[in-house]
């Protein structure tokens, strides 16, 4: 018990580093939200996009990471558009909220081509703090210590900066997070001051000759953490089915490996999602595969959202991918 305890303690402090300052990334992005990844996507689409998503990992351990957030971003003119990100993350004793306020402009390299070039930029303020009221000892009585006094928060400020790459039904995003080392002037021990990642993201749309009703699109996302060379993969799939009046479902799955680690998985899982009248719903579940899968249920993230406000753009470099706007552009 005493080893499982400290197993389950060190992956929490390595998780709690690879989270803090970030949004964490499991498959809310393949909530048909690209925004999450990258503020290149704000403004791609007719629509003002809300999205909400709640996220709890580790169903059945106690502290475990739990987080919420909220997206949303519309396009301001025929090439640029703006986003916001609001988001609450609890992880064992520390706590973060923040805010991402984002831009992008989209360029037209080919309009025959359909070959488009987007730039993004967001800037993030998060509060990071340490929970000292609910630190507990192993009999659940509360930890008094003298020398553990105040808020213990500090606010950092930092930039992400995103490229966007796009040729007919291939999408290439490459976006750093972080750009700023992390403010430590109120903390004491090893604690990471960068927080630089990469994070590429790629895939293709394909669609059968004899049905565009169907689309299915295979993705990779790689991330790629700078200070110690830390990095992970999904390899995803999804299955797309429009009917005539433009609504759709979506099935898909999900799997996550340590890119030292091919065949052994930190996750796997399905999911699956649905538009109805501009309403948006999506669900994914992931397995735990490790030394932690028989003490919890898995990590569960729903998503809901809206569309509204329609308005096309005259620029073929904000039309989306979905079904609607992939006819129309092709026949502009």
Known sequence: ????????????????????????????YLADNDFVISPTYAGIGDNFRIRANGLTQWVGIKDAPDNQALYADFRISDRTGVG??????????????????????????????????????????????????????????????????????????????????????????LNAANLLEKDLDDFTGAEPGDLLNFQLYSGLILTPKNNNNIQYEPSVFYQLYWSDKRSATDVNFKYRQFNRDEDYFWLGASYRFLNDQFFKPLNIGPMAGITKNKFYFAYSY????????????????????????????????????SWKTHKRAGTN
């Open 1 to 28: 018990m005493k080893k499982l305890t400290l197993y389950i303690l060190l992956l929490a402090s390595t998780w709690s580093y690879a989270q803090e300052l970030n949004l964490p990334v499991w498959t809310q």
């Open 84 to 173: 916001l990100t609001l988001y609450n993350d609890k992880n064992g004793n520390t706590r973060q909220k923040g805010t991402k306020i984002s831009f992008a402009h989209h360029l037209t390299l080919s309009y025959t081509q359909k070959m488009f070039l987007s730039f993004g930029l967001s800037y993030n303020m998060n509060t990071f703090r340490i929970a000292i009221e609910d630190i507990e000892t192993i009999d659940g009585t509360p930890i008094v210590d003298p020398a553990i006094t105040g808020d213990r928060s500090k606010t950092n400020h930092n930039f992400d900066v995103g490229v966007l790459y796009r040729f007919n039904d291939l999408y290439v995003s």
């Open 286 to 321: 992931q397995f735990t595969i490790n030394d932690l899968a028989g003490f919890n249920s898995g990590t569960h993230s729903i998503t809901i959202g809206i569309d509204f406000l329609q308005d096309a753009s005259n620029c073929a470099c904000t039309k989306g991918t």
